[in-house]
Protein backbone atom coordinates (compact mmCIF):
# COMPACT_ATOMS: atom_id res chain seq x y z
CA UNK A 1 0.00 0.00 0.00
CA UNK A 2 2.67 2.61 0.22
CA UNK A 3 5.21 2.96 -2.62
CA UNK A 4 8.83 2.43 -1.03
CA UNK A 5 11.34 5.37 -1.85
CA UNK A 6 15.15 4.98 -2.40
CA UNK A 7 16.31 8.16 -2.45
CA UNK A 8 20.34 8.97 -2.67
CA UNK A 9 21.73 11.94 -0.62
CA UNK A 10 24.58 13.31 -2.13
CA UNK A 11 25.82 15.64 0.35
CA UNK A 12 28.32 17.65 -0.94
CA UNK A 13 30.05 15.47 -3.73
CA UNK A 14 29.72 16.12 -7.39
CA UNK A 15 30.31 18.50 -9.57
CA UNK A 16 27.37 19.19 -11.60
CA UNK A 17 29.35 17.16 -15.24
CA UNK A 18 30.18 14.29 -12.82
CA UNK A 19 26.47 14.43 -11.41
CA UNK A 20 25.00 14.32 -15.07
CA UNK A 21 26.79 11.21 -15.57
CA UNK A 22 26.40 9.67 -12.89
CA UNK A 23 22.45 10.01 -13.91
CA UNK A 24 23.15 8.55 -17.53
CA UNK A 25 25.19 5.48 -16.07
CA UNK A 26 21.75 4.75 -13.12
CA UNK A 27 19.31 5.86 -15.62
CA UNK A 28 19.32 2.48 -17.33
CA UNK A 29 20.14 -0.06 -13.99
CA UNK A 30 17.40 1.47 -12.19
CA UNK A 31 14.97 1.60 -15.24
CA UNK A 32 12.81 -1.42 -13.90
CA UNK A 33 12.32 -0.25 -10.12
CA UNK A 34 9.52 -1.10 -8.23
CA UNK A 35 10.24 2.03 -6.02
CA UNK A 36 10.58 5.78 -6.23
CA UNK A 37 13.90 6.24 -7.07
CA UNK A 38 15.18 10.12 -5.98
CA UNK A 39 18.44 11.45 -6.47
CA UNK A 40 19.10 14.45 -3.82
CA UNK A 41 21.76 16.82 -5.29
CA UNK A 42 23.79 19.82 -4.80
CA UNK A 43 21.90 23.12 -5.36
CA UNK A 44 24.24 23.99 -8.27
CA UNK A 45 23.82 20.45 -10.10
CA UNK A 46 19.96 20.61 -10.15
CA UNK A 47 20.01 21.89 -13.86
CA UNK A 48 22.32 19.70 -15.32
CA UNK A 49 20.45 16.68 -13.57
CA UNK A 50 17.06 17.74 -14.39
CA UNK A 51 18.75 17.61 -17.69
CA UNK A 52 19.95 14.20 -17.34
CA UNK A 53 16.69 12.30 -16.14
CA UNK A 54 14.67 13.79 -18.65
CA UNK A 55 12.82 10.40 -20.00
CA UNK A 56 14.10 8.11 -16.94
CA UNK A 57 12.29 6.87 -14.14
CA UNK A 58 14.89 8.74 -12.23
CA UNK A 59 12.98 11.87 -9.36
CA UNK A 60 15.08 14.80 -8.54
CA UNK A 61 15.49 15.84 -5.21
CA UNK A 62 17.21 19.11 -3.17
CA UNK A 63 19.12 18.85 0.20
CA UNK A 64 17.57 22.39 1.97
CA UNK A 65 15.33 24.90 1.03
CA UNK A 66 14.92 28.15 2.76
CA UNK A 67 11.71 28.88 4.67
CA UNK A 68 10.92 32.31 3.24
CA UNK A 69 9.78 32.67 -0.49
CA UNK A 70 11.93 35.20 -1.54
CA UNK A 71 14.53 38.19 0.41
CA UNK A 72 17.62 39.06 1.66
CA UNK A 73 18.83 35.77 2.84
CA UNK A 74 22.17 35.15 0.93
CA UNK A 75 23.46 31.81 0.05
CA UNK A 76 20.08 30.51 0.48
CA UNK A 77 17.20 28.71 -2.01
CA UNK A 78 13.62 29.13 -2.15
CA UNK A 79 10.95 26.56 -2.77
CA UNK A 80 10.14 27.86 -6.34
CA UNK A 81 13.79 28.21 -7.47
CA UNK A 82 13.90 24.48 -6.90
CA UNK A 83 10.10 23.90 -8.34
CA UNK A 84 11.11 25.51 -11.63
CA UNK A 85 13.69 22.45 -12.30
CA UNK A 86 11.37 19.76 -11.52
CA UNK A 87 12.52 19.01 -8.34
CA UNK A 88 9.92 16.97 -6.73
CA UNK A 89 11.46 16.42 -3.10
CA UNK A 90 13.61 18.19 -0.62
CA UNK A 91 15.61 16.96 2.02
CA UNK A 92 14.90 19.12 5.62
CA UNK A 93 17.03 18.42 8.99
CA UNK A 94 18.87 16.21 7.66
CA UNK A 95 21.00 15.65 11.31
CA UNK A 96 24.49 17.43 9.23
CA UNK A 97 22.34 20.54 8.89
CA UNK A 98 21.05 20.36 12.63
CA UNK A 99 24.34 19.87 13.96
CA UNK A 100 26.59 22.07 11.80
CA UNK A 101 24.03 24.69 10.70
CA UNK A 102 21.81 25.17 13.53
CA UNK A 103 18.61 23.77 12.23
CA UNK A 104 16.29 23.34 14.75
CA UNK A 105 13.29 21.63 14.62
CA UNK A 106 11.49 24.74 14.43
CA UNK A 107 13.59 25.99 11.13
CA UNK A 108 13.47 22.18 10.03
CA UNK A 109 9.20 22.45 10.42
CA UNK A 110 9.02 26.20 8.48
CA UNK A 111 11.46 24.31 5.77
CA UNK A 112 9.26 21.49 5.46
CA UNK A 113 6.25 23.67 5.21
CA UNK A 114 7.70 25.71 1.95
CA UNK A 115 8.21 22.70 0.66
CA UNK A 116 4.80 21.93 1.05
CA UNK A 117 3.48 25.03 0.12
CA UNK A 118 5.17 24.97 -3.05
CA UNK A 119 4.13 21.21 -4.08
CA UNK A 120 7.56 19.84 -3.15
CA UNK A 121 7.64 16.50 -0.87
CA UNK A 122 9.90 17.19 1.95
CA UNK A 123 11.99 14.43 2.99
CA UNK A 124 12.02 15.17 6.90
CA UNK A 125 14.95 13.41 8.98
CA UNK A 126 14.47 12.38 12.34
CA UNK A 127 16.65 10.24 14.76
CA UNK A 128 18.93 10.16 18.10
CA UNK A 129 22.43 10.03 18.80
CA UNK A 130 24.20 7.28 20.35
CA UNK A 131 24.20 8.26 23.87
CA UNK A 132 20.98 9.51 23.60
CA UNK A 133 20.22 5.28 22.54
CA UNK A 134 22.87 4.29 25.16
CA UNK A 135 20.73 6.20 28.14
CA UNK A 136 17.29 5.11 26.94
CA UNK A 137 16.31 8.94 25.49
CA UNK A 138 15.49 7.75 21.89
CA UNK A 139 11.40 7.45 22.52
CA UNK A 140 11.84 11.02 24.29
CA UNK A 141 14.02 12.13 21.58
CA UNK A 142 11.55 10.91 18.76
CA UNK A 143 8.79 12.43 20.32
CA UNK A 144 10.08 15.65 20.80
CA UNK A 145 11.60 15.81 16.56
CA UNK A 146 7.79 14.62 15.47
CA UNK A 147 5.56 16.96 17.46
CA UNK A 148 7.87 20.26 16.72
CA UNK A 149 9.58 19.31 13.04
CA UNK A 150 6.18 17.51 11.86
CA UNK A 151 4.03 20.68 13.63
CA UNK A 152 1.12 21.50 10.69
CA UNK A 153 1.05 18.63 8.25
CA UNK A 154 -2.26 18.53 7.57
CA UNK A 155 -1.46 15.33 5.45
CA UNK A 156 0.88 13.06 6.51
CA UNK A 157 0.76 11.45 2.83
CA UNK A 158 2.30 14.33 1.58
CA UNK A 159 5.59 14.16 3.40
CA UNK A 160 7.98 11.49 3.95
CA UNK A 161 9.99 10.87 7.07
CA UNK A 162 13.75 9.06 7.51
CA UNK A 163 14.62 7.64 10.60
CA UNK A 164 18.11 8.43 10.70
CA UNK A 165 19.81 7.24 14.04
CA UNK A 166 22.89 9.67 13.67
CA UNK A 167 25.18 7.07 14.87
CA UNK A 168 24.49 4.91 11.65
CA UNK A 169 25.47 7.78 9.84
CA UNK A 170 28.60 7.33 7.11
CA UNK A 171 30.38 5.25 10.08
CA UNK A 172 29.47 2.14 8.22
CA UNK A 173 27.36 0.87 11.76
CA UNK A 174 23.92 0.29 10.54
CA UNK A 175 20.84 -0.04 13.10
CA UNK A 176 20.09 -3.76 12.37
CA UNK A 177 16.91 -4.18 10.86
CA UNK A 178 14.90 -5.40 14.22
CA UNK A 179 16.19 -2.33 16.05
CA UNK A 180 15.34 -0.26 12.58
CA UNK A 181 12.24 -1.60 12.26
CA UNK A 182 10.83 -1.35 15.72
CA UNK A 183 12.08 2.44 15.86
CA UNK A 184 10.43 3.16 12.97
CA UNK A 185 7.52 1.75 14.03
CA UNK A 186 7.58 3.40 16.89
CA UNK A 187 7.70 6.55 14.79
CA UNK A 188 4.57 5.63 13.13
CA UNK A 189 2.68 4.89 16.81
CA UNK A 190 3.52 8.05 17.32
CA UNK A 191 2.49 9.79 14.44
CA UNK A 192 -1.12 7.77 15.34
CA UNK A 193 -1.34 9.43 18.54
CA UNK A 194 0.00 12.88 17.18
CA UNK A 195 -2.15 13.20 13.51
CA UNK A 196 -4.48 10.16 13.28
CA UNK A 197 -3.88 6.62 12.94
CA UNK A 198 -5.30 6.24 9.43
CA UNK A 199 -2.31 8.93 8.27
CA UNK A 200 -0.12 7.21 10.23
CA UNK A 201 -0.64 3.92 7.95
CA UNK A 202 -0.38 6.19 5.03
CA UNK A 203 2.69 8.12 5.51
CA UNK A 204 6.21 6.60 3.95
CA UNK A 205 9.27 6.12 6.34
CA UNK A 206 12.43 5.42 5.18
CA UNK A 207 15.66 4.01 7.27
CA UNK A 208 19.03 5.71 6.56
CA UNK A 209 22.70 5.30 7.85
CA UNK A 210 25.05 3.55 6.15
CA UNK A 211 22.47 1.63 4.30
CA UNK A 212 24.37 -0.52 1.08
CA UNK A 213 23.97 -3.33 -1.26
CA UNK A 214 24.64 -6.16 1.33
CA UNK A 215 22.23 -5.08 4.04
CA UNK A 216 19.27 -3.22 1.51
CA UNK A 217 17.38 -6.46 1.19
CA UNK A 218 16.81 -7.41 4.84
CA UNK A 219 15.87 -3.92 6.20
CA UNK A 220 13.72 -3.57 3.43
CA UNK A 221 11.54 -7.01 4.20
CA UNK A 222 10.81 -5.49 6.89
CA UNK A 223 6.95 -4.31 7.14
CA UNK A 224 7.74 -0.98 8.82
CA UNK A 225 10.52 0.31 6.56
CA UNK A 226 9.03 1.98 3.20
CA UNK A 227 12.51 3.12 1.99
CA UNK A 228 16.33 4.37 2.68
CA UNK A 229 18.18 7.50 2.41
CA UNK A 230 21.17 6.61 0.92
CA UNK A 231 24.68 8.57 1.23
CA UNK A 232 27.35 7.08 0.68
CA UNK A 233 26.43 4.05 -1.49
CA UNK A 234 24.41 6.46 -3.45
CA UNK A 235 27.66 8.27 -5.32
CA UNK A 236 28.24 4.99 -7.44
CA UNK A 237 26.05 3.73 -10.25
CA UNK A 238 26.49 -0.15 -9.25
CA UNK A 239 26.24 0.27 -5.39
CA UNK A 240 22.97 2.53 -5.27
CA UNK A 241 21.23 0.38 -8.65
CA UNK A 242 21.86 -2.65 -6.24
CA UNK A 243 19.93 -0.98 -3.62
CA UNK A 244 17.15 0.32 -5.69
CA UNK A 245 16.70 -2.77 -7.02
CA UNK A 246 16.51 -4.57 -3.90
CA UNK A 247 13.32 -6.92 -4.64
CA UNK A 248 15.40 -8.25 -7.62
P1 LIG B 1 25.20 7.16 4.82
O1 LIG B 1 24.38 8.53 4.93
O2 LIG B 1 24.36 6.22 3.95
O3 LIG B 1 26.50 7.53 4.19
O4 LIG B 1 25.33 6.61 6.20
C1 LIG B 1 22.99 8.55 5.07
C2 LIG B 1 22.50 9.98 5.19
O5 LIG B 1 23.16 10.77 5.87
O6 LIG B 1 21.45 10.35 4.61
Redesign the pocket.
Known amino acids: MRKPIIAG ?1 W ?1 MNKTASEGAKLVNELAPLVKDANCDVVVCVPAIDIPAVAEAIKGTNIQLGAQNVHFEAHGAFTGEIAADMLKEYGVKYV ?1 VG ?3 RRSYFNDTDETVNKRMHAALNAGITPIV ?1 LGETLEQRRTGKTEEVLDEQIEKSLKGVDDLSRIVI ?1 Y ?1 PIW ?5 VTATADQANETIGYIRKKCAEVFCPKCAEKVRIQY ?5 AGNCKELMAMPEIDG ?7 LKADAFSAIVNYDK
Not at 208 to 212: D, I
Not at 228 to 234: D, P, W
Open positions: NKIHSECAEAIGTGGGSMNGLIGGAS
